[in-house]
């Protein structure tokens, strides 16, 4: 019996990790086939900046950071939709900028993706501002805290600052009624606590990638209003958007129908790590035997 | 299946890397090569464009801001702009080895403001108020007045679990007795962080898994 077993762990140890791809895109496959939904809940971490975007008086202005590349765009992008979504539908006015040279792209998909398909009454100009890129790191951030015409002479098609109604009343950052960075590394939502929402006590929400999140984990509360840590903090964000606003009820929103995909792959990842310990705990009788 | 020409091109740039799964070979290896050659371009002109362009040649000479935006009114010259741009030109005397101890130059000014901008900040942000906030808390209490034992309990972990770390990481007295009993709850904090940071970047890799096969399935077949 038990050399059947010290065998067993032998063939563990050396499974081909073929297999284990195999199986994966097997089960990922399937489930996107199948259309898997799984219940989302928004958590205290993203609760707090839910209520900040619900609770601000309409009109008020929004800083929108997108620093993130198409690499992490999978994660980055559903929150940067499901925030742009909330903020417009409570009639907020909205800046986009980024700190990565990537960033006009993400910020041309947002507002391609969402303003432009499900607010066709909103104007650039007008009820947001397209800033984009600007090189600098966290010195950008610094020069914006001074003086947003320090950093942008006018928006990405050429329109001075202050003709933009979007910006109106809006000289610095502090003027900002709250603060979101989007954020796949650095430069990025540390930068932003550094030297934005530390030092001038600005309401800073996040989003970050998964690998990103247990960093940024400390400075909530206190130092960050709230925080939506990879797709799962995405998949909540949606899900509080579906429990608030009934118009959000039937939508189909692109975290959550990641969700069940992951829980899945989790699943199976999980499985095979026991296994992988199984077959080591197995060997390791083995050899204790053979001794 | 998609009729747009974008769509297969990357649906099959997206096949040859996934074939590197079942072993390296020549569908891989041409990926590989078109997006580092593609990267590369692209990244030289965004960069020659974005930041070159509006930051050194639309200051000194304003009216070029007319080449990217043709609607726009030229600001003010900016002298000030030189310097940057000088700074620049000498990093690139690394280039000829007589010269190539005036790129100490620039490379000076931006480690000592970086440093500068940065000390002061990660003073303040990750050091005093990280340790305020790890102990301001201590009992939560909700607006009824009753305490909120889920918070408290929150607060004392974290709590425990940074003067446990913090122990860990004293090495001026041998981790014996009741010391030796903190370095090892510091250590099993450190594992369950670690876990939770593995769990993490196990998530975002399946998130981008999941996105390419959605673009496979439904954006390529329209199966989904």
Not at chain 2, 144 to 167: E, N, Y
Request: with cysteine.
């Amino acid at each position: 019996m038990r050399r059947r077993g010290a065998d067993w762990g032998a063939r563990l140890a050396g499974l081909d990790r073929r297999w284990i791809y195999l199986i994966l895109a097997a089960g990922l496959i399937l489930t996107l086939l199948t259309g898997l939904r799984l219940p989302e809940r928004p958590s205290i971490l993203v609760e707090p900046l839910y209520e900040r975007v619900e609770n601000l008086p309409p009109g008020s202005p929004i800083l929108l950071s997108l620093d993130y590349t198409p690499s992490t765009a999978p994660e980055l992008e559903p929150m940067a939709f499901a925030v742009v979504r909330h903020a417009l539908l409570k009639g907020h006015r909205l800046c986009f900028v980024s700190l990565y040279p990537e960033g006009d792209n993400q910020i041309a998909r947002v507002t391609e993706g969402v303003i432009a398909r499900e607010f066709p009454a909103v104007r650039a100009g007008r009820d947001f501002a397209v800033l984009g890129y600007k090189a600098g790191n966290e010195m950008v951030i610094n020069a914006l805290a001074q003086r947003l015409d320090s950093m942008y002479a006018g928006d990405l098609e050429g329109r001075p600052l202050a003709e933009l109604p979007a910006l109106a009343g809006v000289h610095r950052l502090a003027d900002f009624a709250l603060v979101v960075a989007f954020s796949a590394g650095t430069p990025g939502l540390k930068e932003w606590i550094l030297f934005a929402g530390d030092p001038l006590g600005l309401p800073l929400g996040g989003g970050c990638n998964g690998a990103g999140a247990p960093q940024f984990l400390p400075y909530f509360p206190h130092q960050l209003l709230g925080l939506m840590g990879g797709i799962k903090g995405a998949a909540e964000y949606e899900a509080a958007l579906r429990l608030g606003h009934p118009e959000f009820h039937q939508r189909t929103m692109r975290a959550t129908e990641g969700m069940g995909p992951q829980a899945v792959a989790h699943c199976i990842i999980i499985a095979f790590v026991l296994l992988g310990n199984l077959g080591l705990l197995l060997s390791r009788r083995r050899r204790e035997d053979a001794t | 299946m998609s009729g747009s020409l974008e769509v297969w091109i990357a649906s099959l740039l997206t096949l040859m890397v996934f074939s590197f799964l079942w072993r390296d070979n020549p569908l891989y290896k041409f990926a590989e090569h078109l997006f580092v050659g593609v990267s590369a371009a692209y990244f030289m002109v965004l960069a020659f464009w974005s930041t070159l362009w509006p930051n050194a040649v639309v200051k000194l000479v304003p009216a070029a801001v007319r080449v990217t935006q043709p609607g726009a009114e030229p600001g003010a010259f900016e002298p000030l702009a030189i310097v940057p741009v000088l700074l620049g030109l000498l990093m690139l005397c690394r280039l000829w080895p007589r010269l190539a101890w005036l790129s100490r130059w620039p490379t000076a000014f931006a480690i000592g403001t970086t440093a500068g901008y940065n000390l002061t900040r990660y003073l303040r942000t990750d050091f005093l108020n990280q340790i305020s906030t790890t102990v301001q808390d201590g009992i939560v209490v909700q607006q009824a007045g009753r305490v909120a034992w889920g918070g408290t309990l929150d607060q004392i972990l974290v709590l425990a679990g940074t003067v446990c770390g913090l122990v860990y990481f004293t090495y001026s007295r041998p981790h014996r007795g009741y010391y030796g009993g903190m370095a090892r709850v510091g250590v099993a904090f450190m594992m369950v962080t670690f876990g939770a940071s593995f769990g993490y970047a196990v998530m975002g890799r399946v998130a981008v898994l999941v996105s390419r096969l959605q673009e496979l399935l439904g954006g390529w077949l329209g199966l989904l």
